[in-house]
């Protein structure tokens, strides 16, 4: 019944996570990669209210391909990593995962193309709330020279974030206002 397959995903969300941070069972990655892949394998309506385990299970094992997490080579695999942030991006929408996509667009190499790719994926993760892609949208607005939709965007990631992480945005501020001074 539908109902079981409902309990069965979050079951087995609960599982995998439980495995991952070693809540009450011994940490074991691997175990827990099994349970978010057997998770992923299910089938599901993108508007189902369980599409969101599956969303978050598929930025899980993104994750740790992407840091080699649970791998028999122990090596990371950026283009699985990629496929899998992909999915969880465009299916489900899922702004960690776009957030996560800005990122490697970042670190893949420093060209305007990936920096636009990367604004792009870190734009549609900042308009979700994601303080961190409006962080680094924000950054790097600032570095393609676009003061004024940085401000904006840093404006956003100050008002939802705290403590260090509000300092921090403080700082990307006020050094570049700095730096335009002189």
Request: charged share 20%; proline share 2%.
């Amino acid at each position: 019944s539908s109902a079981a397959s409902d309990v069965y995903k979050r079951q087995n969300w609960k599982l995998a996570y439980m495995y991952a941070a070693g809540d009450g069972v011994q940490q074991d990655y691997k175990t827990a990669k099994s349970f978010f892949t057997k998770l992923i394998k299910t089938r599901l309506s993108i508007i189902s209210p369980d599409a969101t385990y599956v969303s978050d299970a598929l930025v899980r094992l993104g994750c740790y391909a992407k840091e080699g997490v649970a791998a028999a080579s122990g090596l990371p695999n950026i283009k699985q990593a990629r496929h899998l942030f992909l999915q969880a991006a465009i299916i489900f929408r899922n702004a960690e995962a776009e957030y996560l996509l800005g990122q490697m667009f970042l670190q893949e190499s420093n060209t305007k193309k990936n920096r636009l790719q990367a604004a792009r994926w870190f734009g549609l993760a900042a308009a979700k709330g994601n303080v961190l892609a409006q962080e680094n949208l924000g950054k790097l607005l600032l570095q393609m020279n676009q003061p004024s939709g940085a401000i904006i965007v840093l404006n956003k990631a100050y008002h939802h974030s705290e403590g260090e992480q509000k300092r921090y945005v403080c700082l990307l501020y006020t050094s570049d206002a700095a730096d335009d001074m002189q």
